[in-house]
C-alpha cells in the first residue's frame, strides 16, 4: 500500500495541496491563502482577527498562536478581544486605514468570531459596521458559531437572523472544505459589495477533521459587471446616515446577489432529469444530513435524475438569489426545504415564488396539513429526513418496493432509538484539584447564583446554587429580586474571564442599587472551560482589587491556598485581608453580614493549566504524594466529601470496599488531607515509578495476524469512540482519521466533548470513504454505527452510542474498567451497574458482535511493566506453597523423631588457608521450627498479595523482592556458620529496603 507523503505542518504549509486539518484550522489556513492570493494578484495586504472564544469557536485562538511564526510572516495580527463587540469594533477599524492615506498596506482583510451569545451582543457594532463599509482591498468576516443543541451553552442559538436584520449576507458552508472556499469567496464578496460577510460555523464544520483541496488557486473568483454609485460601495469618510441606509438598501444587496449569482454559490446539484417533479433544497450542514439521507434510500444523481428528482444546495441563504431559484423552481410540482432551527429559505422561497404562473407546493418546517416536518427544535437527522423524503417520493413520484423497504428499515432504527433508554451517564464533573471543588461552597443557610464558565457545573452538585444570568450580568438579577425577597443576602459566583469581559459593570450596577451580595471572584489565571487560554491584558489578583475598591467596594478578602506569595509582589488597597483556603467558611460568614457589596477573591491556579505547565516545567510542582493505606481505610468516603475530588477511586478488596488515589490523574491539591484520616500517608521526596515500556522486549504483537484487507463501497465505515473527557477519546480518532489522510481516503470526524471536557461523556464519530467526495454527514445515526469503541464502560451504556448500534452488523468493543463519575464523591456506596451496562450492549449488538474486556488493563501491560504478571504470581506463590509443605514434614520429622542434629552440605564456598567455610544447611529442631514459619507465612503473604496487589502495573518486580527476603530468612535461620548468618542477615536488609522503596523511583 502506498502512503502520502504527510507531516503534521502541513495543514498550514501553502505548498501543500491536499491536508488534513479541523474547521478551526481551515480558518487559520484560509487566512493564508487570502494573504497568498492578494500578493499574486500585486496587492500588499495585511490582516487582522479578533474575537471571543466560546463554543464551537473556544479552540480557534489557539490555532491562530500555534501558526503565529506562519501568520507573522503574512502580516496577519491577532489580537484577542476583550469582549465580542470591543473585538468588533476593532474590525471596524481595521477597514479604515487606508481612509486617512496613511495605512501601511493596500488593505486590511479581517475576521471577527464569536459564539451565538456574543453575536447577539454585537449587533449594535454589526449594524454600524456594515453600513459604513469595508475596504477596498480588505473586507470582513464574521464567523458566528452557533450551537444548534446547546450542547456547550446554556442554551440552543441560530444566530442567522441577527445578520439577516443588519443586513449582512450569510454563507453557510457543509464541511471543512467550504469554511475555506467560503472564507475566500466571504472576504471577496465583501469588497465588491461594501458589506461585511458572515459565515456560520456550527459543532459539524468548525469542529470536525477533513481531508480537503487547499490549493491556491482552487477558486476561479469572478467579479461581475455591476453599476455602482458615485464613490462606489467601500467605506469612506462621511456623515451622512440616510445616505449610507440608502446605499445598503439599493446597490450593497443587489451587488451581493450579483456576487453570489455569478460564483454559483447556490446550485443545482442534481438537475432532476427531463421531467423533475420534486424539488429538495437544503443548506449548510443540513445538505450533508439530505445527501446522506438520499443515499440511505437508494438514491444517487443517476437514480434522482431518473425519478426526477431535482437536488438544490444553497451556499448564501440572505440574500437569496432568485434568478437561481426560479431556475430552481422551474417544472416542480412540489418543493421541499430542508434547513435547521427557524426558516430563512422557506421564507424568502415563498415570497419569491407566490403567484407565479406554475406555483409548487411548498413544505419545510411543516407539511400541507401544518404537521411538523423538519421541527424548528433542536438538529436534524439523517435518518429522520430519509423517512420524511423516502414517505414524499412514494407519495408524489410513485410506488418503489426497494424505498419503501430502506424507509421500512430506517423507521425500525428511529423506532429502537427512541425505546433505548439511558442505562448510564457521565456528567461534566470539576477536575481533580479544581479550585470550585472548594470556592464553590457557600455556608449553611447561604445561597449562591450561578455565572458563565467552569463553575457554572456547581449547579448540579450539592451547593446550593442556583440561577445563572447571561455572560457578564451576574448579580444583577438579584437587584431586580432583592426588594422582593424574604433573602437578605446572597453569594454570586463570578469568573475571572467574565470578569474581564463585562461583568465588572454588573459590580457597579449592584453598587448603585445598595444590594446586599457578595461576588466571589473566583480567579484562576487561564480561561479553562475553552483550554487554559490566557487573560487578556494580564489580569491579577491585587489589579482586579484596585479595580473593585475604585468601583467602591470597601471590603475585599482574597482567599488562597498560597497566602504567602503575594509579599512584596503584589500592590493591593489598604484595608484588604488575606486568608487561607481553610478560613474560608468564616470568611464567608463574616462577608454575608456585610451590608451593601463586598468581593471574595478565591485566587488558586485551575488545575488543568497547573497540569499542562508542570509537564513545560514552568509551575512548581510539590516534592510529595499523598496515598490511603487500604488496610486502615474504613471507606467511609469523607475524603471524597471534604476535597469533591474525582481521583479518590473505590478498591474493592476482601475487607470492603476502600479507597485509593488515582495518582495518574491526582493534581496535588490536597484537600482530601482535610478529612484528618489515619489511612492517609504522605511522602516527601518520593516519585511515582515510571513505566518501563516495551523498549528492549520482544514486540507483544508478534504472532498476532495481520487483519484482512478491508474493501469498502461508496458507502464508506462509520465508527463512534465514545469514553470520558481527558482519557484521549479525540486522539484516537484522530489517529484513525490521520491513517485514512495517509492511505488517501476521504475521512470525516466530529468531536463531542459537550460542557466540559474533563470528566463528562466525550464521543468521536468518525467517517472513512474510497474518496472525499463520498463522505456527507458525519454524525453515525440510528443503525448506523459499523463499530463501536468503548472506551468507558458507562459512557457506551449512553442512548446515542446504543441507538447508532445495528443487531448483528456493528461490533461493540467495550472496556470494562470502572472509572466512578462525580457522583461518588458524595456517595461512597455508589457503584456502577455494570452488568446492566452489559446486558445493554449485548442486546443492541448481539451476543457474538459484542466483546468485553479490561482494555485499561492491557494497556498497562502493553505499555509498562506487567507482561507477565500472572507468571510470577502464580510461580512464585507455587513454590512457597510447596516449600512450606516440605518444611511442615520436616518439622514432623525432625522435631518428634530422634531430634538428631545434622548438616546438609550445598557447596564449598570460602577456601583461604586454614579458613573452610562451605555453604551447609544446618538442620535441627530449632530450625525445622523457623522453617515452618518462614515458609507458611511468607507462602500466605504470596497468595494475599496477589489479590492486594492486583492493580499494580509492576507486580513481577514486586514479587522477585517478596521472593528475594523469603531466600534470605530461609539462609539465616538455617546458617552453619557467621559468615552465612552474616549474608543472611544483609540479605534481608537489602529485601527490606527494596520492599520500603517499592513506591519510589
Given at each position: 500500500?502506498?502512503?502520502?507523503?504527510?507531516?503534521?505542518?502541513?495543514k498550514f504549509?501553502?505548498?501543500?495541496?491536499?491536508?488534513?486539518?479541523?474547521g478551526?484550522?481551515?480558518v487559520?489556513?484560509?487566512?493564508?491563502?487570502q494573504?497568498?492570493?492578494?500578493r499574486r494578484?500585486?496587492?500588499?495586504?495585511?490582516?487582522f482577527?479578533?474575537?471571543?472564544?466560546?463554543?464551537?469557536?473556544?479552540?480557534?485562538?489557539?490555532?491562530?498562536?500555534?501558526a503565529?511564526?506562519?501568520?507573522?510572516?503574512?502580516?496577519?495580527?491577532?489580537?484577542?478581544?476583550?469582549?465580542?463587540?470591543?473585538?468588533a469594533?476593532?474590525c471596524w477599524?481595521?477597514q479604515?486605514?487606508?481612509l486617512?492615506?496613511?495605512?501601511?498596506?493596500?488593505?486590511?482583510?479581517?475576521?471577527?468570531?464569536?459564539?451565538?451569545?456574543?453575536?447577539?451582543?454585537?449587533g449594535?457594532v454589526?449594524?454600524?459596521?456594515?453600513?459604513?463599509?469595508?475596504?477596498k482591498h480588505?473586507g470582513?468576516?464574521?464567523l458566528m458559531?452557533?450551537?444548534?443543541?446547546?450542547?456547550?451553552s446554556?442554551?440552543?442559538?441560530?444566530?442567522?437572523?441577527?445578520?439577516?436584520?443588519?443586513?449582512?449576507?450569510?454563507?453557510?458552508?457543509?464541511?471543512?472544505?467550504?469554511?475555506i472556499?467560503y472564507?475566500l469567496?466571504?472576504?471577496?464578496?465583501?469588497r465588491?459589495?461594501g458589506t461585511?460577510?458572515?459565515?456560520?460555523?456550527v459543532?459539524?464544520?468548525?469542529?470536525?477533521?477533513?481531508?480537503v483541496?487547499?490549493s491556491?488557486?482552487?477558486?476561479?473568483?469572478?467579479?461581475?459587471?455591476f453599476d455602482?454609485p458615485p464613490g462606489?460601495?467601500?467605506?469612506?469618510?462621511?456623515?451622512?446616515?440616510?445616505?449610507?441606509?440608502?446605499?445598503?438598501?439599493?446597490?450593497?444587496?443587489a451587488?451581493a446577489?450579483?456576487?453570489?449569482?455569478?460564483?454559483?454559490?447556490?446550485?443545482?446539484?442534481?438537475?432532476?432529469?427531463?421531467?423533475?417533479?420534486?424539488?429538495?433544497?437544503?443548506?449548510g450542514k443540513?445538505y450533508l444530513?439530505?445527501?446522506?439521507?438520499?443515499?440511505d434510500?437508494?438514491?444517487?444523481?443517476?437514480?434522482?435524475?431518473?425519478?426526477?428528482?431535482?437536488?438544490?444546495?444553497v451556499g448564501?441563504?440572505?440574500?437569496?438569489?432568485?434568478q437561481?431559484?426560479?431556475?430552481?423552481a422551474?417544472g416542480?410540482?412540489?418543493?421541499?426545504?430542508?434547513?435547521?432551527?427557524r426558516?430563512?429559505i422557506?421564507?424568502q422561497?415563498?415570497?419569491?415564488?407566490?403567484?407565479?404562473?406554475?406555483?409548487?407546493v411548498?413544505?419545510?418546517?411543516?407539511d400541507?396539513?401544518?404537521?411538523?416536518?423538519?421541527?424548528?427544535?433542536?438538529?436534524?437527522?439523517?435518518?429522520?429526513?430519509?423517512i420524511?423524503?423516502g414517505e414524499?417520493?412514494l407519495?408524489?413520484?410513485?410506488?418503489?418496493?426497494?424505498?419503501?423497504?430502506?424507509?421500512?428499515?430506517?423507521?425500525?432504527?428511529?423506532?429502537m432509538?427512541a425505546?433505548?433508554l439511558?442505562?448510564?451517564?457521565?456528567?461534566?464533573?470539576?477536575?481533580s484539584?479544581c479550585?470550585?471543588?472548594?470556592?464553590t461552597?457557600?455556608?449553611?443557610?447561604?445561597?449562591?447564583a450561578a455565572?458563565?464558565?467552569?463553575?457554572?457545573m456547581?449547579?448540579?452538585?450539592?451547593?446550593?446554587?442556583v440561577?445563572?444570568?447571561?455572560?457578564?450580568g451576574?448579580?444583577?438579577?438579584?437587584?431586580?429580586?432583592?426588594?422582593?425577597?424574604?433573602?437578605d443576602?446572597?453569594?454570586q459566583?463570578?469568573?475571572?474571564?467574565?470578569?474581564?469581559h463585562?461583568?465588572?459593570?454588573?459590580?457597579?450596577?449592584?453598587?448603585?442599587?445598595d444590594a446586599?451580595?457578595?461576588?466571589?471572584?473566583?480567579?484562576?489565571?487561564?480561561?479553562?472551560?475553552?483550554?487554559g487560554?490566557?487573560h487578556?491584558?494580564?489580569?491579577t489578583?491585587?489589579?482586579?482589587?484596585?479595580?473593585?475598591?475604585?468601583e467602591?467596594v470597601?471590603?475585599?478578602a482574597?482567599?488562597t491556598?498560597?497566602?504567602?506569595k503575594?509579599?512584596g509582589k503584589?500592590?493591593?488597597?489598604?484595608?484588604?485581608?488575606?486568608?487561607?483556603?481553610?478560613?474560608l467558611?468564616?470568611?464567608?460568614r463574616?462577608?454575608?453580614?456585610v451590608?451593601g457589596?463586598?468581593?471574595?477573591?478565591?485566587?488558586?491556579?485551575c488545575?488543568?493549566?497547573k497540569?499542562?505547565?508542570?509537564?513545560?516545567?514552568?509551575?512548581?510542582?510539590p516534592?510529595?504524594?499523598?496515598?490511603?493505606?487500604e488496610?486502615?481505610?474504613?471507606?467511609?468516603?469523607?475524603?471524597?466529601?471534604?476535597s469533591?475530588?474525582?481521583?479518590?477511586?473505590?478498591?474493592?478488596?476482601?475487607?470492603?470496599?476502600k479507597r485509593?488515589?488515582d495518582?495518574?490523574?491526582c493534581n496535588?491539591?490536597?484537600?482530601?488531607?482535610?478529612g484528618?484520616?489515619?489511612?492517609?500517608v504522605?511522602?516527601?521526596?518520593?516519585?511515582?515509578r515510571?513505566?518501563?515500556?516495551?523498549a528492549?522486549?520482544?514486540?507483544?504483537?508478534?504472532?498476532?495476524?495481520?487483519?484482512?484487507?478491508?474493501?469498502?463501497?461508496?458507502?464508506g465505515?462509520?465508527?463512534?469512540?465514545?469514553?470520558?473527557?481527558?482519557t484521549?477519546?479525540?486522539?484516537v480518532?484522530?489517529v484513525?482519521?490521520?491513517a485514512?489522510?495517509?492511505?488517501?481516503?476521504g475521512?470525516?470526524?466530529?468531536?463531542?466533548?459537550?460542557?466540559?471536557?474533563?470528566?463528562?461523556?466525550?464521543?468521536?464519530?468518525?467517517?472513512?470513504?474510497?474518496?472525499?467526495?463520498?463522505?456527507?454527514?458525519?454524525?453515525?445515526?440510528?443503525?448506523?454505527?459499523?463499530?463501536?469503541?468503548?472506551?468507558?464502560?458507562?459512557?457506551?451504556g449512553?442512548?446515542?452510542?446504543?441507538?447508532?448500534?445495528?443487531?448483528?452488523?456493528?461490533?461493540?468493543?467495550?472496556?470494562?474498567?470502572?472509572?466512578?463519575?462525580?457522583?461518588f464523591?458524595?456517595?461512597?456506596?455508589?457503584?456502577?451497574?455494570?452488568?446492566?451496562l452489559?446486558k445493554?450492549?449485548r442486546?443492541?449488538a448481539?451476543?457474538?458482535?459484542?466483546?468485553?474486556?479490561d482494555?485499561?488493563?492491557t494497556?498497562?501491560?502493553?505499555?509498562?511493566?506487567?507482561?507477565?504478571?500472572?507468571?510470577s504470581?502464580?510461580?512464585?506463590?507455587?513454590f512457597?506453597?510447596?516449600?512450606?509443605?516440605?518444611?511442615w514434614?520436616?518439622?514432623?520429622?525432625?522435631?518428634?523423631?530422634?531430634?538428631?542434629?545434622?548438616?546438609v552440605?550445598v557447596l564449598?564456598w570460602i577456601?583461604?588457608?586454614?579458613?573452610?567455610?562451605?555453604?551447609?544447611?544446618?538442620i535441627?529442631?530449632?530450625?525445622?521450627?523457623?522453617l515452618?514459619?518462614?515458609?507458611t507465612v511468607?507462602?500466605l503473604?504470596?497468595?494475599?498479595?496477589?489479590?492486594?496487589?492486583?492493580?499494580d502495573?509492576?507486580r513481577?518486580?514486586?514479587?522477585?523482592?517478596?521472593s528475594l527476603?523469603?531466600?534470605?530468612?530461609l539462609?539465616?535461620?538455617?546458617?552453619?556458620?557467621?559468615?552465612?548468618?552474616f549474608f543472611?542477615?544483609?540479605?534481608?536488609?537489602?529485601?527490606?529496603?527494596?520492599?520500603?522503596?517499592?513506591?519510589?523511583?
Open positions: 500500500m502506498t502512503l502520502h507523503d504527510v507531516a503534521l505542518d502541513d504549509d501553502l505548498g501543500k495541496e491536499r491536508v488534513f486539518l479541523s478551526a484550522q481551515a487559520v489556513r484560509m487566512l493564508l491563502m494573504r497568498e492570493r492578494d494578484a500585486g496587492l500588499n495586504t495585511a490582516g482577527v479578533s474575537g471571543y472564544r466560546g463554543s464551537p469557536l473556544g479552540g480557534l485562538d489557539m490555532q491562530l498562536w500555534r503565529k511564526k506562519q501568520l507573522a510572516q503574512a502580516d496577519i495580527v491577532f489580537q484577542p478581544g476583550l469582549n465580542e463587540e470591543l473585538a469594533t476593532a477599524g481595521s479604515q486605514t487606508e486617512l492615506g496613511e495605512g501601511t498596506h493596500d488593505g486590511v482583510f479581517s475576521v471577527w468570531y464569536g459564539k451565538g451569545p456574543g453575536v447577539d451582543r454585537s449594535d454589526f449594524r454600524h459596521a456594515n453600513l459604513a463599509g469595508s475596504s480588505g470582513v468576516l464574521a458559531g452557533d450551537d444548534h443543541m446547546a450542547e456547550s446554556t442554551n440552543a442559538h441560530a444566530t442567522e437572523f441577527l445578520f439577516v436584520d443588519t443586513m449582512v449576507p450569510i454563507l453557510n458552508p457543509a464541511g471543512v472544505q467550504e469554511i472556499d472564507g469567496y466571504g472576504f471577496a464578496m465583501s465588491f459589495a461585511w460577510a458572515a459565515i456560520k460555523c459543532k459539524d464544520n468548525i469542529e470536525s477533521t477533513a481531508s483541496d487547499a491556491i488557486e482552487r477558486l476561479g473568483i469572478v467579479i461581475p459587471e455602482m462606489g460601495l467601500n467605506i469612506r469618510h462621511e456623515i451622512d446616515m440616510l445616505g449610507q441606509e440608502e446605499r445598503l438598501h439599493e446597490y450593497k444587496r451587488a446577489s450579483a456576487f453570489i449569482q455569478a460564483n454559483g454559490l447556490n446550485r443545482i446539484v442534481y438537475s432532476g432529469g427531463r421531467n423533475p417533479k420534486l424539488g429538495v433544497i437544503t443548506i443540513s444530513d439530505v445527501r446522506q439521507a438520499l443515499e434510500i437508494g438514491i444517487d444523481e443517476a437514480a434522482a435524475n431518473r425519478i426526477g428528482i431535482r437536488l438544490f444546495k448564501c441563504p440572505w440574500p437569496l438569489d432568485f437561481h431559484i426560479a431556475d430552481f422551474r416542480l410540482d412540489t418543493i421541499v426545504v430542508v434547513e435547521e432551527k426558516s430563512l422557506e421564507v422561497l415563498r415570497e419569491n415564488l407566490y403567484g407565479t404562473a406554475t406555483q409548487p411548498i413544505v419545510g418546517k411543516k400541507e396539513r401544518g404537521d411538523w416536518l423538519f421541527p424548528a427544535k433542536g438538529a436534524l437527522d439523517p435518518n429522520e429526513i430519509a420524511a423524503l414524499r417520493i407519495r408524489t413520484i410513485g410506488s418503489s418496493e426497494e424505498i419503501a423497504a430502506r424507509v421500512a428499515k430506517l423507521r425500525q432504527f428511529q423506532a432509538l425505546d433505548t439511558d442505562i448510564g451517564s457521565r456528567t461534566p464533573f470539576f477536575c484539584g479550585p470550585h471543588n472548594s470556592s461552597k457557600v455556608p449553611d443557610g447561604s445561597l449562591a455565572g458563565i464558565g467552569c463553575h457554572f456547581a449547579l448540579w452538585m450539592d451547593r446550593n446554587t440561577g445563572f444570568t447571561a455572560m457578564g451576574e448579580g444583577a438579577q438579584w437587584v431586580g429580586q432583592a426588594p422582593f425577597s424574604k433573602r443576602h446572597i453569594f459566583n463570578l469568573g475571572d474571564g467574565t470578569y474581564n463585562s461583568g465588572v459593570l454588573a459590580i457597579r450596577f449592584a453598587l448603585s442599587s446586599n451580595i457578595t461576588y466571589k471572584i473566583l480567579y484562576n489565571d487561564a480561561v479553562a472551560m475553552t483550554g487560554q490566557p487578556e491584558g494580564g489580569l489578583v491585587d489589579m482586579i482589587a484596585r479595580q473593585v475598591r475604585a467602591g470597601e471590603r475585599i482574597v482567599v491556598d498560597e497566602p504567602g503575594y509579599a503584589a500592590d493591593f488597597p489598604a484595608g484588604i485581608t488575606i486568608h487561607h483556603r481553610d478560613d467558611d468564616l470568611v464567608q463574616e462577608l454575608r453580614e451590608k457589596v463586598s468581593v471574595l477573591l478565591y485566587d488558586q491556579t488545575a488543568a493549566e497540569r499542562r505547565r508542570r509537564k513545560r516545567g514552568t509551575f512548581p510542582d516534592d510529595k504524594r499523598v496515598f490511603i493505606n488496610l486502615v481505610c474504613e471507606g467511609c468516603g469523607d475524603c471524597g466529601v471534604q469533591n475530588c474525582v481521583s479518590i477511586q473505590p478498591v474493592e478488596t476482601e475487607f470492603g470496599r485509593r488515589i495518582q495518574s490523574s496535588k491539591d490536597f484537600s482530601c488531607l482535610n484528618f484520616c489515619p489511612s492517609f504522605t511522602v516527601h521526596g518520593g516519585k511515582i515510571k513505566a518501563e515500556g516495551t528492549g522486549r520482544a514486540d507483544p504483537l508478534d504472532g498476532v495476524p495481520a487483519p484482512a484487507e478491508f474493501r469498502m463501497g461508496n458507502q465505515w462509520a465508527a463512534i469512540i465514545d469514553g470520558v473527557g481527558g484521549g477519546v479525540v486522539t480518532g484522530a484513525l482519521g490521520m485514512a489522510h495517509l492511505e488517501g481516503k475521512c470525516g470526524m466530529i468531536d463531542m466533548a459537550g460542557l466540559a471536557q474533563k470528566g463528562g461523556s466525550v464521543f468521536t464519530h468518525v467517517r472513512i470513504a474510497p474518496t472525499p467526495e463520498d463522505i456527507h454527514a458525519i454524525r453515525v445515526s440510528a443503525g448506523k454505527a459499523d463499530l463501536v469503541l468503548g472506551c468507558d464502560l458507562v459512557v457506551s449512553a442512548k446515542k452510542v446504543l441507538g447508532a448500534v445495528r443487531e448483528g452488523h456493528t461490533i461493540f468493543l467495550a472496556n470494562t474498567a470502572e472509572i466512578m463519575p462525580g457522583e464523591t458524595r456517595s461512597a456506596d455508589f457503584s456502577l451497574p455494570v452488568e446492566r452489559k445493554a450492549i442486546a443492541a448481539g451476543d457474538d458482535k459484542a466483546h468485553f474486556f482494555a485499561t488493563r494497556a498497562t501491560a502493553l505499555f509498562g511493566n506487567s507482561l507477565g504478571a500472572k507468571a504470581e502464580y510461580i512464585t506463590s507455587g512457597l506453597v510447596i516449600a512450606a509443605i516440605l518444611s514434614i520436616a518439622f514432623f520429622t525432625v522435631g518428634f523423631g530422634n531430634g538428631e542434629v545434622f548438616t552440605p564449598r577456601q583461604s588457608g586454614g579458613i573452610d567455610a562451605s555453604w551447609a544447611l544446618r535441627d529442631t530449632l530450625t525445622v521450627v523457623m515452618v514459619v518462614v515458609n511468607s507462602a503473604v504470596h497468595i494475599y498479595s496477589i489479590g492486594y496487589m492486583h492493580h502495573p509492576n513481577p518486580r514486586f514479587f522477585a523482592y517478596l527476603f523469603t531466600f534470605a530468612m539462609m539465616l535461620v538455617t546458617a552453619d556458620n557467621l559468615i552465612q548468618m543472611g542477615w544483609e540479605g534481608v536488609g537489602l529485601a527490606s529496603y527494596l520492599l520500603i522503596g517499592f513506591w519510589y523511583k
